[in-house]
């Protein structure tokens, strides 16, 4: 079970990979540039090369990309789906040139256009990516989301409508499953009764093989509170007990995890990785 965090890029997009290697990862998740910008400008080559050569070196698996929270693939109005649509398309044709195996992505909001809108509405942009030959290295992961307010994607069943529509574009896609955001959107893993319950859902609607990557966090919200507020393992609502039996669990034991877990000071990055290395094995 490879399992990383998401580590900052500050000072350069290579020197992600010397964190997440002293940290002792084996699976790292980055930002692939400033997440809260719109203005688009290309990784140099040179920093691309040395990237990939020091990813190489580290051996991480896997590398997964998040993108721009900014992005809205929902997005009712004309001017931010099309500027939605654009980073999009940028950020996984630089996640290809980085050899990122993943490129993470949330769903956005339609406003009160309703989920039949977001879900058409992100199928076009899907279509459009991949009419420019995109998504055929790097995998494009839709995010399950915490379903505040009008935010699409928290329903396992819609998130697996994309994935089934994605299929006709010959787009690499797949889920990743936040846990925060599952169990604030009313996906309980406490009891074993629960854990089976939500491999179900995943098998039903998306399919156990489309499940590429977990986002292993706790949760500052209640169950079905809607609140995306991450806490550090154990510590949360969802506790030691749920997330230890979802990492152990037969069909889920392998999946790549990464933590997004808070990070006030430089010790709770091995506090976590530590606590899940440790509840790893022990269900
Ligand atoms: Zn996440
Ligand atoms: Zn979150």
């Known amino acids: 079970?490879?399992?990383?965090?998401?580590?900052?890029?500050?000072?350069?997009?290579?020197?992600?990979?010397?964190?997440?290697?002293?940290?002792?990862?084996?699976?790292?998740?980055?930002?692939?540039?400033?997440?809260?910008?719109?203005?688009?400008?290309?990784v140099p080559e040179a920093e691309v090369?040395?990237?990939?050569?020091?990813?190489?070196?580290?051996?991480?698996?896997?590398?997964?990309?998040?993108?721009?929270?900014?992005?809205?693939?929902?997005?009712p109005d004309d001017a931010n789906f099309d500027k939605s649509v654009f980073l999009f398309k940028k950020e996984l044709g630089s996640a290809e040139r980085l050899g990122a195996d993943y490129l993470v992505t949330?769903?956005?909001s339609?406003?009160?256009?309703?989920?039949?809108?977001?879900?058409?509405?992100?199928?076009?942009?899907?279509?459009?990516?991949?009419?420019?030959g995109l998504g055929k290295e790097t995998r494009v992961l839709l995010e399950n989301t915490a379903g505040s307010g009008y935010g699409f994607g928290s329903s396992l069943a819609d998130v697996g409508r994309i994935i089934e529509g994605a299929r006709a574009f010959r787009l690499?896609?797949?889920?990743?499953?936040?846990?925060?955001?599952?169990?604030?959107?009313g996906y309980d893993i406490r009891t074993p009764g629960d854990i089976e319950?939500?491999?179900?859902?995943?098998?039903?609607?998306?399919g156990l093989k489309n499940l590429k990557l977990i986002h292993l966090n706790d949760s500052k919200g209640?169950?079905?509170?809607?609140?995306?507020?991450?806490?550090?393992?154990?510590?949360?609502?969802?506790?030691?007990?749920?997330?230890?039996?979802?990492?152990?669990?037969?069909?889920?034991?392998?999946?790549?995890?990464?933590?997004?877990?808070?990070?006030?000071?430089?010790s709770d990055d091995p506090m976590n990785l530590s606590t899940v290395k440790k509840i790893k094995g022990e269900a």
């Open 1 to 42: 079970m490879p399992l990383g965090v998401h580590t900052s890029i500050a000072g350069g997009l290579w020197k992600s990979v010397e964190r997440a290697v002293a940290l002792g990862c084996d699976a790292m998740q980055i930002f692939g540039r400033n997440p809260r910008a719109w203005a688009w400008s290309p």
């Open 49 to 75: 090369a040395l990237f990939r050569e020091k990813r190489k070196e580290a051996g991480l698996w896997p590398v997964a990309i998040h993108t721009t929270y900014l992005i809205n693939l929902s997005a």
């Open 106 to 108: 949330h769903l956005g």
């Open 110 to 132: 339609p406003g009160e256009m309703g989920p039949d809108y977001a879900l058409r509405r992100i199928l076009a942009a899907l279509k459009e990516t991949a009419a420019e």
């Open 172 to 185: 690499k896609i797949g889920l990743c499953y936040d846990t925060c955001h599952g169990f604030a959107a």
């Open 197 to 206: 319950s939500l491999v179900m859902s995943i098998n039903k609607d998306i």
């Open 222 to 266: 209640l169950l079905n509170s809607h609140l995306d507020r991450h806490e550090h393992i154990g510590k949360g609502k969802i506790g030691l007990e749920g997330l230890s039996r979802l990492l152990n669990h037969p069909k889920l034991a392998m999946i790549p995890l990464i933590l997004e877990t808070p990070k006030k000071t430089g």
